[in-house]
Nanobody
Framework: QVQLVESGGGLVQAGGALRLSCAAS??????MGWFRQAPEKEREFVAA????????NYADSVKGRFTISRDNAKNTVYLQMNSLKPEDTAVYYC????????????????WGQGTQVTVSS
C-alpha cells in the first residue's frame, strides 16, 4: 500500500514561487504526478513524471512556469511553481500510478491528502 504525504503549500503573492513535495512510502516503481482542485471546480491534471524521470507531462496552463521532478532515493516528487497567478489557487494533490496514462487521466491508484496553495493578487 502506497501512502503519499504532500507538503510545501502556503500563501504567496502573485509572481512568487513555491515548491511542493510529496513523500511516498510503501515501495514500488510508480509514475507520479500532481493535480489541483479549486473551489467549485473539478479536479484537474497539473503535471506527471515517470519513475525513471525520462518523461514528463504538463497541463498547458502551467507549461513554462511549473517543473516536476523526483528523487527516487528519497521517494519524493517535487513541483516547483514559479510565476504564480491567482488562478493557481487550489488544493494540490499528489498521485501515484503504475501506468502513466492512467495517472494523467486522473485514474491513479493512490492519492495524498492535499496541500493548500493560495496566490494573492
Amino acid at each position: 500500500q502506497v501512502q503519499l504525504v504532500e507538503s510545501g503549500g502556503g500563501l504567496v503573492q502573485a509572481g512568487g514561487a513555491l515548491r511542493l513535495s510529496c513523500a511516498a512510502s510503501g515501495g514500488g516503481r510508480y509514475a507520479m504526478g500532481w493535480f489541483r482542485q479549486a473551489p467549485e471546480k473539478e479536479r484537474e491534471f497539473v503535471a506527471a513524471i515517470t519513475w525513471s524521470s525520462g518523461s514528463t507531462n504538463y497541463a498547458d496552463s502551467v507549461k513554462g512556469r511549473f517543473t516536476i521532478s523526483r528523487d527516487n532515493a528519497k521517494n519524493t516528487v517535487y513541483l516547483q511553481m514559479n510565476s504564480l497567478k491567482p488562478e493557481d489557487t487550489a488544493v494540490y494533490y499528489c498521485a501515484a500510478s503504475a501506468i502513466l496514462n492512467l495517472l494523467v487521466r486522473g485514474l491513479s491508484d493512490y492519492w495524498g491528502q492535499g496541500t493548500q496553495v493560495t496566490v494573492s493578487s
